[in-house]
């Protein structure tokens, strides 16, 4: 392709353009085999001042890693009438493979392909995912369980740094969490200054956990674009909509975008940790004193989503209506 098409520009003051943008050099990177009488309060810091760290040290085998970008990649390299199975367009389906990100509803097409399926528990799921390439459940699956067990772990840490009851995010009835997977392909494009593989957004999630392994992923600090670069075998971990609410602010959901490569297409694959869609969200009770009422109100999340989606569309900030006057 040697033009972009129309329909991919995007308007005028929201395009990446030409200008470089620097590199985010001191974004926090948390190893979780450090001290672990500090980890909760670095992983605090890190969530309030950037919304976003990497992980070192994980526990999640380099192998493994390697192993589900390799099958990520070659799945969106099949021929179009093996992706065409799971192909759809219709956003209530919850395994799918879509193109940008509501292609029916959205003004400009953004520049990427995803693949999105839920995780946990994995044997009421597998059979929702591709099965082709013939090893795509055999490498996902694994990583899913492993992905899944970091972010219970990191949940744990964000819990105690706030001082929440010891199980807030885990005393649930089972199905309080949900694991989505979204394997995204943003092919290479003719014009990286005219497109975005994803608008400026936060994530609606409490959690989510980005494997990379290639530039794409910039973040709003300060009203300043800044590019996060992939440290080898880390993961990028960022805080959603969801935990901000939880945390009554105190922790920040920040904006972040993806722009396109002219030579490499780039794959990644985003953990997003939800909470169950009938889930009652809420700033967390032991939080709110008499100096810090609540700034959100109480909602149904499957309520939040819907007026996100919207919100996101028509460019609004989606947790304003939320707000509570303090
Ligand atoms: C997302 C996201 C970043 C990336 O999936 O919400 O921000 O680099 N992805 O793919
Ligand atoms: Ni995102």
């Not at 009421?124 to 390439?133: A, D, L, M, R």
Request: net charge negative; aromatic share 10%.
């Amino acid at each position: 392709m040697k033009f972009v098409p129309e329909a991919y520009i995007m308007p005028p003051g929201t395009r990446p353009g030409n200008t470089k943008v620097p590199i985010c050099e001191n974004i926090p990177v948390i190893d979780l085999k450090a001290d672990p009488t500090k980890l909760s309060h670095q992983i605090i810091d890190a969530c309030k001042e950037f919304g976003f760290f990497q992980l070192i040290n994980h526990g999640v085998p380099e192998k493994m890693l390697k192993d589900v970008l390799e099958v990520s990649e070659e799945y969106f390299k099949l021929p179009a009438e093996d992706k065409a199975i799971m192909y759809s367009d219709d956003i209530s389906q919850s395994s799918r493979l879509y193109t940008s990100i509501d292609p029916m509803k959205e003004q400009t097409h953004y520049w990427r392909d995803a693949l999105r399926h839920p995780c946990h528990p994995l044997e009421e799921h597998i059979q929702s995912w591709p099965q082709k390439p013939p090893q795509y459940r055999e490498v996902m699956g694994p990583y899913s369980i492993e992905v899944w067990k970091v972010s219970l772990c990191l949940l744990d840490l964000i819990s105690e740094g706030l001082g929440l009851e010891p199980n807030y995010f885990s005393h649930e009835t089972e199905g309080f969490k949900v694991h989505v997977l979204s394997v995204n392909h943003y092919p290479a494009c003719p014009d990286p200054s005219l497109t975005l593989g994803l608008p400026k957004h936060a994530d609606v999630d409490i959690l989510t956990i980005l494997l990379q392994q290639m530039n794409g992923l910039q973040i709003l600090k300060d009203g300043q674009w800044l590019a996060v670069e992939p440290l080898p075998n880390a993961f990028v971990v960022n805080i959603g909509h969801t935990l901000e609410i939880i945390s009554n602010g105190e922790l920040k959901s920040v904006e972040h975008r993806v722009v396109t490569n002219q030579k490499l297409g780039r794959t990644t694959i985003s953990s997003f940790i939800f909470p169950s869609y009938s889930y009652q969200i809420e700033p967390a009770k032991v939080l709110i004193k008499n100096n810090s009422p609540p700034l959100y109100k109480a909602f149904i999340f499957k309520d939040f989503l819907a007026t996100y989606v919207t919100d996101t569309c028509q460019r609004k900030p989606p947790l304003e209506r939320y707000k509570l006057q303090a």
